[in-house]
T-cell receptor
Framework: SQQGEEDPQALSIQEGENATMNCSYK?????LQWYRQNSGRGLVHLIL?????REKHSGRLRVTLDTSKKSSSLLITASRAADTASYFC?????????????????FGQGTILTVHP | GAVVSQHPSWVICKSGTSVKIECRSL??????MFWYRQFPKQSLMLMAT?????????EQGVEKDKFLINHASLTLSTLTVTSAHPEDSSFYIC?????????FGQGTRLTVV
């Protein structure tokens, strides 16, 4: 079942500004991942943050994870028009007894980001 | 990186016909693959887990007799939408895991007319 919620649902900014998207989830997780999807196309993996990590950087991307609040945020700095896309968080659940469910992801509702040139 | 190839990328079919979508892991073996569905302007919803050599595991609300999954080899899973209807029109996307990461196919846009 879909558990993730993202806000905002849509975000419109000017090129050069920062974009922040938030994601909340409900169950215990092994990791949380962020994906990008251009209109009607496949998913591009952006970044993965493990449950024991609090912050991770990759280029212009910064992801935070707060497992106590079951929330994560994705920050895109110095946005570009080419960043225009939908962004989804996805969680990999932690199964009881320390197991994993590699690749079985639950996606958030997504944030549609529009960056105006 | 690992590559997952999905075919076809788009298909238009008549109502009542069946459509087969293939998902291949090109450079690695995948004992488990996943099938997701995405309706317009919505998120991805897991439909089923495809297990090599055994029956697929379907999520609640997904009709196993309508969405037939076959995972006959370690590199290929197929999803067949049987007796497709316009409400089955959607974006179908598969994934396979390697090293704890999920790699997605390009997706298949199905339009039933």
């Amino acid at each position: 079942s879909q558990q993730g919620e993202e806000d905002p649902q849509a975000l419109s900014i000017q090129e050069g500004e920062n974009a922040t998207m938030n994601c909340s989830y409900k169950t215990s997780i092994n990791n949380l991942q962020w994906y990008r999807q251009n209109s009607g196309r496949g998913l591009v993996h952006l970044i993965l943050i493990r449950s024991n990590e609090r912050e991770k950087h990759s280029g212009r991307l910064r992801v935070t994870l707060d497992t106590s609040k079951k929330s994560s945020s994705l920050l895109i700095t110095a946005s570009r028009a080419a960043d225009t896309a939908s962004y989804f968080c996805a969680t990999e659940p932690r199964i009881s007894a320390g197991g994993t469910s590699y690749g079985k992801l639950t996606f958030g509702q997504g944030t549609i980001l529009t960056v105006h040139p | 990186g690992a590559v997952v190839s999905q075919h076809p990328s788009w298909v238009i079919c008549k109502s009542g016909t069946s459509v087969k979508i293939e998902c291949r892991s090109l450079d690695f073996q995948a004992t488990t693959m996943f099938w997701y569905r995405q309706f317009p302007k919505q998120s991805l919803m897991l439909m089923a887990t495809s297990n090599e050599g055994s029956k697929a595991t379907y999520e609640q609300g997904v009709e196993k007799d309508k969405f037939l999954i076959n995972h006959a080899s370690l590199t290929l899973s197929t999803l067949t939408v049987t007796s497709a209807h316009p409400e089955d029109s959607s974006f179908y996307i598969c994934s396979a895991s390697l090293g704890g990461l999920a790699f997605f196919g390009q997706g298949t846009r199905l339009t039933v007319v």
